[in-house]
Protein backbone atom coordinates (compact mmCIF):
# COMPACT_ATOMS: atom_id res chain seq x y z
CA UNK A 1 0.00 0.00 0.00
CA UNK A 2 0.85 3.84 -0.10
CA UNK A 3 2.76 5.25 2.87
CA UNK A 4 4.58 8.53 4.22
CA UNK A 5 7.35 8.21 6.97
CA UNK A 6 9.04 11.02 8.47
CA UNK A 7 11.50 12.12 10.94
CA UNK A 8 9.73 12.35 14.11
CA UNK A 9 9.68 15.65 16.05
CA UNK A 10 9.97 18.21 17.76
CA UNK A 11 12.88 20.26 15.54
CA UNK A 12 14.62 23.05 17.53
CA UNK A 13 16.43 25.16 16.09
CA UNK A 14 18.61 28.34 16.38
CA UNK A 15 17.67 31.03 13.81
CA UNK A 16 19.35 30.88 10.22
CA UNK A 17 20.37 27.35 11.05
CA UNK A 18 19.84 24.93 8.16
CA UNK A 19 16.87 22.75 8.06
CA UNK A 20 16.88 19.11 6.79
CA UNK A 21 13.23 17.24 7.75
CA UNK A 22 13.53 13.89 6.42
CA UNK A 23 10.52 11.57 4.36
CA UNK A 24 10.42 8.33 2.50
CA UNK A 25 7.31 6.44 1.25
CA UNK A 26 6.19 3.87 -0.49
CA UNK A 27 4.23 3.54 -3.35
CA UNK A 28 2.93 1.39 -6.82
CA UNK A 29 3.68 3.76 -9.97
CA UNK A 30 4.50 7.07 -9.85
CA UNK A 31 2.94 9.30 -7.32
CA UNK A 32 3.08 13.10 -6.60
CA UNK A 33 5.09 14.49 -3.81
CA UNK A 34 4.09 17.11 -1.60
CA UNK A 35 5.12 18.82 1.63
CA UNK A 36 2.20 21.14 3.38
CA UNK A 37 3.08 23.42 6.53
CA UNK A 38 0.58 23.77 9.36
CA UNK A 39 0.59 27.25 11.50
CA UNK A 40 -0.54 26.98 14.53
CA UNK A 41 -4.31 27.24 14.39
CA UNK A 42 -4.53 27.41 10.96
CA UNK A 43 -5.31 24.47 8.09
CA UNK A 44 -3.07 22.78 5.72
CA UNK A 45 -1.15 25.40 3.16
CA UNK A 46 0.35 23.62 0.29
CA UNK A 47 4.38 24.43 0.75
CA UNK A 48 5.67 22.72 -2.40
CA UNK A 49 5.44 19.91 -5.18
CA UNK A 50 7.06 17.40 -6.71
CA UNK A 51 5.16 15.43 -9.97
CA UNK A 52 8.22 13.37 -11.14
CA UNK A 53 11.46 11.78 -10.84
CA UNK A 54 14.59 14.13 -10.08
CA UNK A 55 11.94 17.28 -10.11
CA UNK A 56 12.80 19.43 -7.54
CA UNK A 57 10.06 21.79 -5.80
CA UNK A 58 10.94 25.22 -4.01
CA UNK A 59 9.12 28.03 -2.40
CA UNK A 60 9.94 30.46 0.32
CA UNK A 61 13.42 29.30 0.15
CA UNK A 62 12.22 25.35 0.86
CA UNK A 63 13.35 23.12 -1.40
CA UNK A 64 13.38 19.25 -1.80
CA UNK A 65 13.93 16.37 -4.96
CA UNK A 66 11.52 13.73 -5.69
CA UNK A 67 14.21 10.94 -5.47
CA UNK A 68 12.91 7.86 -6.76
CA UNK A 69 16.19 5.69 -6.60
CA UNK A 70 15.86 6.00 -2.70
CA UNK A 71 12.07 6.70 -2.50
CA UNK A 72 12.73 10.27 -0.54
CA UNK A 73 11.15 13.55 -0.84
CA UNK A 74 13.54 15.68 2.16
CA UNK A 75 12.86 19.20 3.10
CA UNK A 76 15.80 21.79 3.47
CA UNK A 77 15.78 25.66 3.55
CA UNK A 78 19.21 26.80 4.28
CA UNK A 79 18.27 29.60 6.61
CA UNK A 80 15.61 29.18 9.04
CA UNK A 81 13.87 31.95 10.49
CA UNK A 82 11.14 32.10 13.76
CA UNK A 83 8.05 32.52 11.58
CA UNK A 84 8.75 29.03 10.14
CA UNK A 85 8.23 27.42 13.43
CA UNK A 86 4.85 24.82 12.34
CA UNK A 87 3.86 21.60 11.47
CA UNK A 88 5.50 19.94 8.60
CA UNK A 89 4.30 17.33 6.41
CA UNK A 90 5.14 14.83 3.78
CA UNK A 91 2.37 13.76 1.59
CA UNK A 92 2.01 11.47 -1.52
CA UNK A 93 -1.03 11.29 -3.95
CA UNK A 94 -0.89 8.33 -6.34
CA UNK A 95 -2.01 10.09 -9.25
CA UNK A 96 -3.84 7.47 -10.19
CA UNK A 97 -7.29 9.48 -10.83
CA UNK A 98 -8.51 10.30 -7.35
CA UNK A 99 -7.19 12.73 -5.37
CA UNK A 100 -7.01 10.72 -2.22
CA UNK A 101 -3.86 12.46 -0.48
CA UNK A 102 -1.42 10.35 2.30
CA UNK A 103 -0.05 11.99 4.67
CA UNK A 104 2.79 11.49 7.22
CA UNK A 105 2.78 12.06 10.68
CA UNK A 106 4.16 15.62 10.77
CA UNK A 107 6.88 17.11 12.03
CA UNK A 108 7.19 19.86 14.42
CA UNK A 109 9.32 22.60 13.73
CA UNK A 110 10.33 25.46 16.63
CA UNK A 111 12.57 28.02 15.27
CA UNK A 112 14.57 30.31 18.61
CA UNK A 113 16.01 34.02 18.06
CA UNK B 1 -9.52 34.42 -6.15
CA UNK B 2 -11.33 32.93 -3.26
CA UNK B 3 -9.68 29.63 -1.46
CA UNK B 4 -11.49 27.00 0.45
CA UNK B 5 -13.83 28.54 2.67
CA UNK B 6 -15.34 25.98 5.52
CA UNK B 7 -17.99 26.49 8.63
CA UNK B 8 -18.17 26.55 11.13
CA UNK B 9 -14.35 27.28 12.50
CA UNK B 10 -15.47 25.79 15.98
CA UNK B 11 -18.23 23.56 16.62
CA UNK B 12 -19.34 21.89 20.35
CA UNK B 13 -21.33 19.13 20.49
CA UNK B 14 -21.87 16.49 23.43
CA UNK B 15 -22.00 12.45 22.48
CA UNK B 16 -24.59 10.77 20.84
CA UNK B 17 -25.49 14.31 18.91
CA UNK B 18 -25.37 14.84 14.79
CA UNK B 19 -23.22 17.59 13.20
CA UNK B 20 -22.94 18.76 9.97
CA UNK B 21 -19.93 21.02 8.64
CA UNK B 22 -19.92 22.52 5.22
CA UNK B 23 -17.26 23.52 2.62
CA UNK B 24 -17.16 25.44 -0.18
CA UNK B 25 -14.43 24.58 -2.66
CA UNK B 26 -11.91 26.81 -4.70
CA UNK B 27 -12.96 28.41 -7.50
CA UNK B 28 -12.86 26.45 -10.56
CA UNK B 29 -12.40 22.60 -8.89
CA UNK B 30 -14.84 20.37 -8.76
CA UNK B 31 -13.76 17.67 -6.49
CA UNK B 32 -13.96 17.94 -2.54
CA UNK B 33 -11.97 15.78 -0.03
CA UNK B 34 -12.56 15.31 3.37
CA UNK B 35 -9.76 14.80 6.30
CA UNK B 36 -10.40 13.85 9.99
CA UNK B 37 -7.21 15.30 11.81
CA UNK B 38 -6.94 14.26 15.79
CA UNK B 39 -5.16 16.08 17.85
CA UNK B 40 -0.76 15.73 16.59
CA UNK B 41 -1.51 13.81 13.47
CA UNK B 42 -1.80 13.84 10.59
CA UNK B 43 -5.09 14.19 8.15
CA UNK B 44 -6.92 11.07 7.62
CA UNK B 45 -8.87 10.98 4.24
CA UNK B 46 -12.58 10.30 5.24
CA UNK B 47 -14.04 10.34 1.56
CA UNK B 48 -14.36 12.50 -1.77
CA UNK B 49 -16.97 13.65 -3.77
CA UNK B 50 -17.74 14.37 -7.62
CA UNK B 51 -20.42 15.09 -9.87
CA UNK B 52 -22.48 15.28 -6.42
CA UNK B 53 -21.41 11.41 -5.92
CA UNK B 54 -19.14 9.54 -3.22
CA UNK B 55 -16.19 8.32 -5.28
CA UNK B 56 -13.33 7.19 -2.78
CA UNK B 57 -13.53 6.26 0.87
CA UNK B 58 -11.65 5.79 3.62
CA UNK B 59 -11.42 3.36 6.70
CA UNK B 60 -14.69 5.22 8.52
CA UNK B 61 -17.70 3.94 9.56
CA UNK B 62 -21.21 5.20 7.96
CA UNK B 63 -21.74 7.43 10.83
CA UNK B 64 -19.79 9.59 8.49
CA UNK B 65 -21.37 10.72 5.33
CA UNK B 66 -21.60 13.29 3.12
CA UNK B 67 -23.22 15.49 -0.20
CA UNK B 68 -21.93 17.96 -2.51
CA UNK B 69 -24.28 20.00 -4.03
CA UNK B 70 -24.60 20.92 -7.83
CA UNK B 71 -22.49 23.98 -7.33
CA UNK B 72 -20.11 22.04 -5.83
CA UNK B 73 -19.97 22.83 -2.15
CA UNK B 74 -20.36 19.84 0.07
CA UNK B 75 -21.39 18.64 3.56
CA UNK B 76 -19.75 16.58 5.71
CA UNK B 77 -22.48 14.95 8.24
CA UNK B 78 -21.57 12.39 11.06
CA UNK B 79 -24.11 10.69 13.37
CA UNK B 80 -24.22 9.48 16.94
CA UNK B 81 -21.10 11.51 18.08
CA UNK B 82 -18.49 9.72 19.81
CA UNK B 83 -15.72 11.58 22.17
CA UNK B 84 -12.91 10.05 19.60
CA UNK B 85 -14.43 12.05 17.08
CA UNK B 86 -13.29 14.98 18.60
CA UNK B 87 -10.73 16.46 15.96
CA UNK B 88 -9.68 18.85 13.06
CA UNK B 89 -11.68 18.73 9.56
CA UNK B 90 -10.32 19.40 6.45
CA UNK B 91 -12.14 20.27 3.64
CA UNK B 92 -9.46 19.67 0.12
CA UNK B 93 -10.92 20.89 -3.39
CA UNK B 94 -9.11 20.12 -6.63
CA UNK B 95 -10.11 19.53 -10.40
CA UNK B 96 -10.90 16.04 -11.45
CA UNK B 97 -9.28 17.31 -14.94
CA UNK B 98 -6.05 18.53 -13.70
CA UNK B 99 -2.40 17.23 -14.53
CA UNK B 100 -1.65 16.40 -11.06
CA UNK B 101 -3.20 15.53 -7.91
CA UNK B 102 -2.97 18.69 -6.51
CA UNK B 103 -5.16 19.57 -3.35
CA UNK B 104 -5.85 22.92 -1.60
CA UNK B 105 -6.87 22.67 1.86
CA UNK B 106 -9.31 24.84 3.96
CA UNK B 107 -8.91 26.37 7.05
CA UNK B 108 -11.05 23.45 8.70
CA UNK B 109 -13.45 22.88 11.57
CA UNK B 110 -12.18 21.93 15.16
CA UNK B 111 -15.02 19.67 16.61
CA UNK B 112 -15.18 19.12 20.35
CA UNK B 113 -17.06 16.55 21.55
CA UNK B 114 -18.08 16.46 25.12
Known amino acids: GNSVTQMEGPVTLSEEAFLTINCTYTATGYPSLFWYVQYPGEGLQLLLK?????DKGSNKGFEATYRKETTSFHLEKGSVQVSDSAVYFCALSPNTGGFKTIFGAGTRLFVKA | DAGVTQSPTHLIKTRGQQVTLRCSPK?????VSWYQQALGQGPQFIFQ???????QRGNFPDRFSGHQFPNYSSELNVNALLLGDSALYLCASSLISGATDTQYFGPGTRLTVL
Open chain 2, 27 to 31: SGHDT
Open chain 2, 49 to 55: YYEEEER
Open chain 1, 50 to 54: ATKAD
